[in-house]
């Protein structure tokens, strides 16, 4: 995997995120952090300032990424960034934002951010414009990667399990978020493959499913000798999760974004996905053809042809 590099001291990991909130100022269907059903939530200063002085002992990141929800919310940003700076576990930090709010936001959080992701979603206005945030990202020096408008998302989160087992490690190992987008996330005093699986149990029990809480899938960062061993462990390991087992990962179809509102909450809970969970089962076999007939460097013609006739009925 890319995002490792292991050494006989700390583990560098390319990147972790931490939700500073749970909750949003915008409603998103398909949202794979499932803000706008949870619960809202601040997270605490003291205990991420405590679980990223015990990540740091094992392992150094190249970036950590504030997330949420929506971390300008948080009315402590500016001291959660100022902490990461001290305990030196990460080179940079990384701000994902819908940018809502990016023009109430003091000189000094500009300073302390070193790249700022801004999503763009349809009918969401900001009061910052593209050419605003650009300059003042030039100003302090911030890198900027400015989002074209999000007009779709992937249908990740499901209410109905996925009872192929097989089926549930194929989408796994096909899952961007898991893999290729190392969306590794720090919640809750434990490390996670992925950001999605800390929210499992909050959003199932919303749509009435019993499931375990998010310790069945998480690493304990305190009180554990092993932690290096055990992040470079599951990092390397391609057994999926059991939170995997109601998630499409990104070979779920693709979805128009809108805003939801209350009744639209509610129906996402209640809705029916064994039709997605069957357009993933094709997915992920037409992901594996993809690279058996297309990845290979010098294809032979008949091969190729052969993998053109075999995705064409699949589509079809």
Not at 108 to 122: G, I, K, M, R
């Amino acid at each position: 995997m890319d995002a490792l590099v292991s050494n006989r001291e700390k583990l560098r990991v390319s990147a972790m995120e931490y939700n500073l909130t749970e909750h949003c100022n915008l409603s998103c269907y398909q949202c794979d952090h499932a803000s706008p059903v949870v619960p809202k939530k601040f997270a605490s200063l003291d205990e991420f300032e405590r679980d990223m002085r015990a990540l740091s002992e094992a392992v150094h990141l190249a970036e950590l990424r504030l997330v949420g929800g929506e971390p300008l919310l948080h009315p402590q940003l500016i001291d959660f960034m100022k902490v990461t700076r001290e305990t030196g576990v990460a080179d940079a930090i990384k701000v994902y934002t819908n940018g809502v709010l990016l023009h109430t936001m003091p000189d000094e959080f500009w300073a302390q951010t070193d790249t700022l992701w801004v999503s763009t979603y349809p009918g969401v206005r900001r009061r910052m414009s593209d050419e605003a945030i650009s300059a003042k990202c030039a100003e302090h020096g911030v890198l900027l990667d400015l989002r074209p408008v999000i007009t779709e998302f992937n249908r990740t989160c499901i209410n109905n399990r996925v009872e192929d087992q097989d089926l549930v490690k194929r989408i796994f190992r096909e899952c961007k978020m898991a893999n290729e987008y190392e969306c590794f996330a720090i919640y809750d005093g434990m490390f996670f493959r992925c950001s999605v699986a800390p929210f499992a149990q909050k959003r199932l029990r919303l749509a009435g499913v019993d499931f375990p809480g998010p310790e069945v899938d998480g690493i304990p960062l305190h009180g554990n000798p092993r932690l290096r061993e055990e992040i470079e462990r599951r990092l390397r390991s391609n057994e999926p999760m059991a939170a995997c087992s109601y998630c499409l990962g990104s070979s779920g179809p693709m979805i128009e974004h809108r805003q939801m509102n209350r009744q639209g909450c509610k129906a996402w809970l209640e809705e029916d996905n064994e039709a997605d969970i069957a357009f993933a089962r094709r997915n992920v076999r037409r992901q594996a053809l993809e690279r058996r007939f297309f990845g290979a460097p010098s294809l032979p013609g008949r091969a190729l042809r052969k993998g053109r006739r075999i995705l064409a009925s699949l589509n079809s």
